[in-house]
């Protein structure tokens, strides 16, 4: 371009913005440039900055709840294991056999129950049968009660603080005590070998 050129179109450069139409005109371009390349990419970027916005806030809400979920299972967890702790606590070591035996003639005597016998059945036997973690010790009790007292003494067996399970229990008339019962009871107690 000779500088008389552009001295020319600066010229008519000039001419046109004076003219009102024309100033629009040029400013209507100028717009529609920008809206065409770059406010496009602008509009298409933002767009997609609000759709990853978007994938965010839901990944933050999913986490927020996975959190409370992770909560809730830790407390539930902790819950178990006291749990565990508790009914482990329930069976009896090979070495706690008396402690049971110790624990059921107490239960008889806060009932009013005289125990005539009480006496483990085939302790030995029973261990060496089996390979699992735990075992049942077999209890036979005979006993003499009145009908009220053997249901205490019933009662404080289901609710010991060891596992009792009472196998079978066989309850005789006494016509020469009135009101007493001779029973027989055959408990078993779980027991960790």
């Not at 509009?43 to 986490?63: H, N, P, Q, R, Y």
Request: with cysteine; net charge positive; hydrophobic share 45%.
């Amino acid at each position: 371009m000779s500088p008389l050129d552009a001295k020319t179109l600066k010229a008519q450069a000039t001419a046109l913005l004076e003219k009102p139409q024309a100033f629009l005109a040029v400013v209507a371009v100028a717009l529609i440039l920008d809206a065409v390349f770059i406010l496009r990419w602008q509009v298409v970027s933002l767009g997609g900055m609000f759709k990853e916005g978007s994938k965010i806030k839901s990944d933050i809400a999913a986490t927020n709840c996975d959190s409370k979920e992770v909560e809730s299972q830790k407390k539930q967890l902790a819950d178990y294991l006291a749990e565990q702790e508790r009914l482990n606590k329930m069976i009896i070591g090979p070495q706690d056999l008396p402690r049971a035996l110790e624990a059921i003639s107490g239960f008889a005597d806060i009932s009013s129950v005289r125990i005539l016998r009480i006496q483990p059945v085939d302790a030995g036997k029973a261990a060496a049968a089996s390979k699992d973690k735990f075992g049942r010790q077999k209890i036979s009790i005979t006993a003499k009660a009145g009908y009220h007292p053997m249901g205490r003494f019933i009662g404080l067996l289901e609710s010991a603080p060891i596992f009792i399970d009472i196998k079978n229990l066989e309850v005789q008339g006494n016509q020469a005590e009135a009101g007493t019962q001779s029973v027989t009871i055959l408990l078993e107690v779980l027991q960790r070998k």
